[in-house]
């Protein structure tokens, strides 16, 4: 009786996510394909065509699941908490900063800035939305649900995005550079909201 032969499970998503991230970040989003990623994934392209419809699916999939990861941990502001009206203001810095430093978001600024600008500021896109949310439900909450509340919530969208789209330039002093980016960015959010320029001590 011959042996059984061993059958490689197929990788998790979670394994697929990261490979598709690691190659938007080498390559950017217009020259990555999906041999690639099966070669980083360590899967063959029928797994591919199986749970996903094309290739632009699996990017939008994968980079949708790291935006919200990236805003769940932009919630976690480190203590010494700030006023509680300032600590969405502290949210949307933390995210930017997050943003800006990912390697997807470099890559996707280098090569593709008008596409990365598009996904977020256009309403029918699931990052729009999905930033949307995020922003009404812990940052514009405090205001009347309507134009209000809306129109904040598009005021600190719009006003973030360049703080979390544009790579920093290189810096030998890479501390301060980022601190003063997100000063600037926090007296900018808290305009929008009708706040002091700076969180009370």
């Not at 950017?28 to 980083?40: F, K, S």
């Not at 990236?70 to 502290?90: F, I, K, M, W």
């Not at 933390?94 to 990365?116: D, I, K, W, Y």
Request: net charge positive; proline share 9%; charged share 15%.
């Amino acid at each position: 009786m011959s042996s059984p032969q061993h059958v490689q499970a197929p990788p998790g998503m979670a394994t697929v996510y990261r490979a598709t991230l690691l190659a938007l970040a080498v390559r950017g989003p217009r020259r990555v394909g999906i041999t690639h990623i099966a070669q980083l994934a360590g899967a063959n392209r029928p797994f591919f065509y199986r749970n996903w419809a094309s290739p632009s699916v699996l990017l939008r999939d994968a980079t949708l699941q790291e935006l919200k990861r990236l805003l769940d941990q932009a919630r976690e502001v480190p203590s010494p908490l700030p006023p509680p009206q300032c600590l969405g203001v502290c949210m949307v810095v933390r995210a930017a900063r997050l943003l800006r430093e990912h390697p997807v978001v470099a890559a996707m600024a280098r090569t593709e800035p008008a596409l990365t600008y598009a996904a977020v500021l256009r309403p029918d896109t699931v990052w729009h939305n999905t930033a949307w949310h995020w922003l009404s439900k812990h940052v514009t909450a405090h205001l009347p649900s309507g134009t209000e509340q809306d129109t904040a919530t598009l005021a600190v969208l719009t006003t973030a995005l360049p703080y979390a789209l544009i790579p920093s330039a290189e810096s030998t002093d890479t501390g301060d550079e980022r601190a003063a980016v997100d000063r600037r960015l926090s007296q900018a959010v808290h305009a929008c909201l009708g706040l002091p320029l700076a969180c009370p001590d």
